[in-house]
């Protein structure tokens, strides 16, 4: 009883002086601070390494809103009971606020002993929490730093740390990774372009090119999908792989597709009036209700048919929000615009979605296609679903297609639509109407085909 009383004490007093989370009773970013400046000042004359490193829970957002701000706290609980539960000897672990745990390991002295410590606590975290009449299931993301390498203080050791941490999520959910030079480099360049990005977009120097979309009968073009361009001054040109996800996870995807759309569309409304416009939506837009409302806005303004444009989203971006997605989804497609599901086959439960949703054409992945010719699995799996979509009603398109040996295979399994190299390279604007112009006589964009 002594011994209780005297915890109790201990407790009240940290409680005082701000050491200790009110929620998960675990020490708080004070505790930390306190723990690291101690390891680092008794291991100053001789620097044995330490680790510090951060868990981030990834999803946990959404919890409090679907059941309940109760329902958040008794998860943090939980993830606090388990972290310390499996901390190693001497290692300390914290609640830095939110969905955010950190801890100091004063054995872990290096990159491999925190990769593993890593997966360990990973594995920890990924157990169902129990919510009572509900289980819930949710993955974290680390990141760590290594004294005296990655910071001889406290401010540049959480500092590395949260560069690792904001590294592992930029690559997924359920990732751990460790500070390096390298990552610092990777993450100062990703900030420099964006910088150069955000100026871009003010500037209107980010362009759209257009690539074409033939009818595999008759090997005529039938539209062309609009992809993003970007050469900056300083940095050269910039892949669209590394800037438009960048934009994304910095928030400002929306005012860059609003752009690009813009742009594409105006381009459009002077095409044959039978070719169509084929847009990317980003995934975070089908979380945005007023998506719908903003690309309507967007091509009355320049007089684009909404029948002429299809939009092309993945199958991850509708499993975020699958209820906003479905809405979006169902709005634009009252408004005439078609709906395509892109990269079929390389996402989570891919049949569930053309169940769930209603889509108008499915993209077949270019890893399917590029096998095509050389191995009888990806062809096969072609066959299906170019009967499957013949079932549903859904128009086919293969992507990716780069010789005559894999077109000429795509037209005899009955696929209706390609595009790829092998039918031309994405082109700006003016490339466009030159190519437009060999197959239309006298191209202004009103003419029918030869």
């Given at each position: 009883m002594v011994q209780s009383a005297s915890a109790d004490v201990i407790l009240q007093s940290e409680q005082a002086s701000g050491f200790t989370d009110p929620l998960t009773g675990l020490g708080n970013r004070n505790r930390l601070r306190e723990k690291v400046t101690q390891l680092a000042a008794e291991r100053a004359d001789d620097p044995a390494p330490f680790t510090i490193g951060i868990a981030n829970l990834d999803g946990f957002r959404p919890i409090n809103d679907l059941f309940g701000r109760d329902a958040g706290d008794e998860i943090l609980c939980q993830v606090a009971h388990r972290l310390s539960a499996c901390m190693p000897s001497g290692a300390i672990v914290t609640r830095q606020g939110s969905d955010?745990?950190?801890?100091?390991?004063?054995?872990?002295?290096?990159?491999?002993?925190?990769?593993?410590?890593?997966?360990?606590?990973?594995?920890?975290?990924?157990?169902?929490?129990?919510?009572?009449?509900?289980?819930?299931?949710?993955?974290?993301?680390?990141?760590?730093?290594?004294?005296?390498?990655?910071?001889?203080?406290?401010?540049?050791?959480?500092?590395?740390?949260?560069?690792?941490?904001?590294?592992?999520?930029?690559?997924?959910?359920?990732?751990?990774?460790?500070?390096?030079?390298?990552?610092?480099?990777?993450?100062?360049?990703?900030?420099?372009?964006?910088?150069?990005?955000?100026?871009?977009?003010?500037?209107?120097?980010?362009?759209?090119?257009?690539?074409?979309?033939?009818?595999?009968?008759?090997?005529?073009v039938v539209g062309f999908e609009a992809l993003a361009r970007w050469t900056d001054a300083d940095l050269g040109f910039v892949s669209p792989a590394v800037f438009v996800p960048l934009a994304e996870e910095r928030g400002f995807i929306d005012i860059l597709t609003e752009t690009l759309l813009r742009k594409a569309a105006a381009a459009a409304v002077a095409w044959p009036h039978d070719l169509f416009l084929s847009f990317n939506l980003s995934s975070a837009q089908l979380t945005d209700l007023r998506t719908s409302q903003n690309v309507m806005s967007i091509i009355n303004r320049v007089g684009l048919d909404p029948r002429r444009l299809e939009l092309e989203i993945t199958e991850t971006a509708v499993v975020a929000d699958p209820e906003t997605a479905g809405k979006i989804i169902a709005d634009l497609r009252a408004e005439g615009v078609r709906i395509s599901l892109d990269d079929f086959g390389t996402g989570q439960s891919s049949l569930g979605r053309l169940m769930d949703f209603s889509f108008d054409k499915l993209k077949i992945d270019r890893a399917f296609v590029s096998r095509i010719t050389q191995d009888p699995a990806a062809e096969h799996i072609i066959r299906a679903i170019v009967a499957m979509c013949e079932g549903l009603g859904l128009e086919v398109v293969a992507e990716g297609v780069e010789d005559f040996a894999e077109a000429l295979k795509l037209k005899a399994l009955g696929c209706g639509m390609a595009q790829g190299y092998f039918y031309g390279k994405a082109m700006d604007r003016n490339a466009v109407k030159t190519f437009l112009a060999e197959k239309y006589v006298d191209f202004t964009g009103q003419f029918g085909r030869v």
């Open positions: 955010e745990f950190a801890f100091v390991l004063p054995l872990v002295f290096e990159r491999h002993g925190a990769e593993r410590v890593g997966a360990m606590f990973k594995e920890v975290l990924s157990a169902p929490y129990d919510l009572g009449d509900r289980h819930v299931r949710l993955s974290a993301s680390f990141g760590f730093a290594v004294y005296p390498f990655a910071g001889e203080d406290f401010p540049d050791l959480l500092k590395s740390a949260e560069t690792a941490l904001y590294r592992s999520k930029r690559k997924g959910t359920g990732r751990v990774t460790v500070y390096s030079s390298e990552i610092a480099d990777e993450m100062r360049r990703s900030t420099q372009i964006e910088q150069a990005l955000r100026n871009a977009i003010i500037a209107d120097e980010v362009d759209v090119h257009f690539q074409p979309i033939v009818n595999l009968a008759g090997d005529e």
